[in-house]
């Protein structure tokens, strides 16, 4: 339908769009659906409307004060977690449309995939573990989220993308949209990450491997381009799975062993491991004798005490478990945390 200088692209128009996709993707048309049952959006398809349900939803909202790596920076530059989430998103997109996916599919997984982090990055994740039979992970939690705490109702691909879009996660996603995730989560955290160490004094861009920057670049830019670029040559090459070309893919692993040394266990990002741990168990355990503190509009009435108390703390910003745990404890403690980053 046309009016003036405008034409009406509805939802059925943007379906028939997608049948000029590559055969590997995903039609919104052929989804496994929703948990409960919905009318269509007359103009979004269900991908789309999935995506705008997460940029809508508390936990989305909350990352903007959640560690990526340095906890509770004050400087304005360093990647946060919705910082973090936005770049993995931007790459995403880049990485299906190239490949002839279903971009807003991926996009959808891509903003959705960290909902479930808890407060202090993985060091939150570490101290979270004991509460929880086989461990706590934030995938898992993620899912939790949009499927329980929040009722986003979404679609099943979605939710599958988020589920696995740790490496660590098996089984794989199914969709070749959440493999797009995958590498552009870790594109994302290896670049800013580098250049977040570099500006908090961790290191110096000529201490990244010779290998890495001769394949990449240095971190910015120049190296997500070049890593997208390599993801595209891979997977069309191979045919049957996103995949990185497999001389770059060395170099990534090398890449990525070397921030795990230098970077993730260094006494700047990781000094702070135990009180963080500290601060983050003393605020289950306090709960855990008096959940009446829970929130009602955060309280999952039917689970066991543990997982309420496990959802609310694991739920936290930085700033706010900081703050709570002053409140209830030892100011004195938490402010041995705040980083010396200015």
């Not at 879009?165 to 955290?189: N, Q």
């Not at 959940?291 to 930085?318: C, F, K, N, W």
């Amino acid at each position: 339908m046309e009016r003036g200088s405008f034409r009406l692209v509805d939802r059925a128009a943007r379906e028939r769009a997608e049948e000029a996709l590559a055969p590997a993707a995903t039609r919104s048309t052929a989804t496994r659906g929703r948990a409960v049952a919905e009318a269509e959006d007359a103009l979004r398809t269900a991908f789309e409307r999935d995506r705008d349900r997460i940029l809508h939803a508390k936990a989305f909202r909350r990352l903007k004060h959640k560690t990526q790596v340095f906890l509770n920076p004050d400087g304005d530059h360093f990647v946060t977690r919705l910082t973090h989430t936005l770049q993995v998103t931007q790459v995403a997109r880049s990485l299906a449309r190239a490949l002839g996916l279903n971009e807003p599919l991926a996009e959808a997984i891509a903003l959705g995939h960290d909902l479930g982090h808890s407060p202090f990055g993985h060091i939150g994740e570490d101290a979270l573990e004991p509460y929880v039979p086989g461990g706590w992970h934030h995938a898992a939690q993620g899912v939790r989220i949009v499927e329980v705490l929040e009722h986003l109702n979404l679609t099943w691909e979605v939710r599958d993308g988020i589920r696995a879009h740790s490496w660590k996660i098996t089984p794989p996603p199914t969709s070749h949209e959440a493999e797009c995730v995958r590498y552009a989560d870790r594109i994302g955290y290896l670049s800013h990450d580098a250049l977040d160490a570099v500006r908090a004094g961790v290191l110096q861009v000529r201490d990244l491997p010779a290998r890495a920057r001769a394949v990449f670049g240095d971190p910015g830019s120049r190296m997500v381009g070049a890593m997208i670029d390599a993801v595209v040559e891979g997977s069309l090459v191979d045919g049957g799975a996103v995949v990185m070309a497999p001389g770059p893919l060395e170099a990534m692993h090398e890449l990525r062993a070397f921030m795990f040394q230098r970077v993730y266990a260094s006494e700047t990002a990781a000094g702070q491991k135990q009180l963080a741990i500290d601060v983050t168990r003393r605020l289950v355990d306090h709960h855990l004798s008096h959940p009446e503190l829970i929130p009602a509009t955060y309280r999952d009435t039917a689970a066991d005490p543990v997982t309420q108390v496990v959802d609310y703390v694991s739920g936290m910003t930085d700033r706010f478990a900081l703050s709570t745990h002053d409140r209830l404890f030892d100011a004195d403690a938490t402010a041995r945390m705040r980083p010396l980053l200015r």
